[in-house]
């Protein structure tokens, strides 16, 4: 049997790496696991990091750094995006590709997990800099990634144009055109409709799924949304679409808050047109951070980045759901606070699933060669979101937990399995 105690870097669980191991040796408590399998499941495959020289406009050199971790290719070849901020090193890049191992399990996407980062910010870099950038990180990572062996994505910082360049840099590298080395690619070259609004919709119908067990309303529903990126802002258009009251919205230059209810389409046409910020947006009041995370609705969806809910915040948060739209918004010392509460938690692993579910989708037309109509893609990530939110209700039901242990479980269940049936040498 395996120890109760996770022996985390720190030993404490308010950090996004350890915030996985502690949950992941609960589950693995619940179902049993021997410490061996337990240890190999939790150990990541691969982790290269790589020092990027690009030119910049100015004529300097500059060196940035870049991360890829293989996280487990026991379920298949590894799958995760790469984020472009100033904050990534081996720690986050580690715990994101650890966390889409356990996402794509609960989904039953046949990928392992996999994440990566370069240490930059994209906001002050011109398009020819990020260009040189991504080519240098892809012809550095050219003997790793590919469409059997581990499959990027866009993330925090990256997106459709990014993914563009570096299937053109694989594919020059390797001499033939080969698209499914990279997901979220731009329609033109073999991207999937529907691929854009993915995780929001995703986060829509785990919501919506969780809000039916739990007897709310969407119309009588008042959220607040942390983050106005992809994520952010694609997921409180359609909880809105849905009749769910949108009180309170965020980005980097603070929080917007308006007691009758926030336009979303005018919020995202305002954003789109001041340079991907909602800085100086008039149709609310301005919030801290603080105030929106512990604002007064039903619903919280942090759709930021991690370690935002906190033992800090926790017991000062009103809402009864919270559906989780980044990846490790919440540590584990949080956890509690919620289980004691009752109010519902929609674990990352499971509501932000939808993107890499339609990634999945795409991987697959490109791999077919066939390519599916914009219904087919909602209808089946619906069906894929609302079979996997079941799986893992019927779960914590069952062993009696919440639904992140349960998530966990279903993953680590899944994963473990695999593991014995192919064993080790
Ligand atoms: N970056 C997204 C995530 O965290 C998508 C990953 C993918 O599509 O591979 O789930």
Redesign the pocket.
């Known amino acids: 049997m395996i120890a109760t105690e996770e022996k985390t870097q720190n030993g404490h669980q308010e950090d996004f790496y350890n915030s996985i191991l502690s949950r992941c040796r609960q589950a693995a408590t619940i179902l049993g696991l021997d410490e061996d399998t337990y240890n190999a499941l939790i150990a990541p495959s691969k982790e290269v990091k790589v020092n990027l020289t690009v030119k910049m406009d100015n004529g300097r050199v500059k060196v940035f750094e870049g991360y890829r971790v293989i996280h487990s290719i026991y379920l298949g070849p590894g799958?995760?995006?790469i984020r472009y901020a100033n904050n990534v090193n081996i720690d986050e890049v580690r715990a994101?590709a650890t966390g889409?191992t356990l996402?794509n399990a609960v989904v039953d996407v046949p990928f392992g997990g996999a994440k990566g980062g370069i240490k930059c910010n994209p906001r002050e870099m011109t398009k020819g800099e990020l260009e040189r950038l991504t080519r240098a990180y892809a012809y550095q990572l050219a003997d790793i990634i590919g469409p059997d062996r581990d499959?990027p994505?866009?993330?925090v910082g990256t997106d459709s144009q990014i993914m563009a360049w570096l299937v053109d840099a694989y594919s020059r590298r390797v001499g033939f055109s080969s698209p499914g080395v990279v997901?979220?690619k731009p329609l033109v070259m073999g991207g999937s409709l529907g691929r854009v609004e993915a995780?929001g919709r995703g986060v829509m119908i785990t919501a919506l799924a969780a809000m039916e067990k739990l007897g709310m309303n969407p119309n009588e529903t008042t959220a607040a949304v942390q983050g106005f990126g992809n994520v952010g802002s694609i997921s409180a258009r359609l909880l809105a679409e849905k009749g769910i009251k949108i009180k309170a919205i965020s980005d980097v230059s603070g929080g917007y808050y308006n007691e009758k209810g926030i336009d979303i389409d005018l919020a995202i046409d305002y954003y789109n047109s001041h340079d991907m910020s909602l800085e100086g947006f008039t149709g609310a009041d301005i919030i801290s951070n603080d105030e929106l995370l512990t604002a007064d609705v039903n619903l919280l969806v942090p759709a930021a980045i991690e370690d935002q809910i906190t033992s800090q915040n926790a017991d000062r948060i009103k809402a009864r759901l919270i559906v989780e739209g980044a990846?490790g918004p919440t540590s584990a010392a949080a956890d509690k606070f919620f289980i004691d509460k009752d109010i519902m938690v929609v674990p990352d692993i499971l509501a932000?699933?939808g993107?890499?579910t339609v990634?999945y989708f795409e991987w697959a037309q490109n791999r077919m060669g066939y390519y599916w109509d914009i219904d087919r893609v909602y209808r089946r990530e619906d069906r894929a979101m609302n079979a996997a939110f079941e799986r893992v209700y019927a779960t914590a039901k069952h062993y009696k937990t919440d639904m992140r242990i349960a998530a966990y479980i279903v993953a680590i269940d899944k994963i473990s399995s695999t593991m014995k049936l192919r064993g080790v040498f």
Do not use: C, E, R
């Open positions: 799958k995760g995006g994101l889409m996402k499959i994505a866009p993330d997901t979220g995780t990846n932000n699933a993107g890499v990634s």
